[in-house]
């Protein structure tokens, strides 16, 4: 079993950075790949990226990339997300997740089998 706790999310100005952070506790190695989505309301949860499992390989959703970064500690019990020059549209429910995925499927929410409780960014004019 693995269990997924996210913090950092808040409200911030147009522009602005949030860490959001995703403490796992269970088993949690490098097999699992552990990866962002979000889900704004009225709109589908959508992949905003991830770790991918042995290979430590990052992949982007296109709307958020150069501007959002993943990564992991060390022990592999932590995972953030890095969310630089914010927009009004990256407002959502942030959720962090963790599967034994194959890369085909990284970008498929109903692949993870571990969620978090999730997370609101509200990102202001």
């Known amino acids: 079993q693995v269990q997924l706790v996210e913090s950092g999310g808040g409200l911030v100005q147009a522009g602005g950075s949030l860490r959001l952070s995703c403490a796992a506790s269970?088993?949690?190695?490098?097999?699992?790949?552990v990866a962002w989505f979000r889900q704004a309301p009225g709109k589908e949860r959508e992949f905003v990226g991830a770790?991918?499992?042995?290979?430590?390989?990052?992949y982007y959703a296109d709307v958020v990339k150069g501007r959002f970064t993943v990564s992991r500690d060390r022990a592999e019990k932590t995972m953030y997300l890095q969310m630089n020059n914010l927009k009004p549209e990256d407002t959502a429910v942030y959720y962090c997740?963790?599967?034994?995925?194959?890369?085909?499927?990284?970008?498929?929410?109903?692949?993870?089998?571990?969620w978090g409780q999730g997370t609101q960014v509200t990102v202001s004019l």
């Open positions: 770790i991918f499992r042995n290979t430590g390989h990052t």
């Open positions: 997740a963790a599967g034994r995925i194959i890369l085909s499927s990284l970008r498929q929410s109903t692949q993870y089998g571990y």
């Open positions: 269970g088993r949690t190695d490098h097999s699992y790949t």
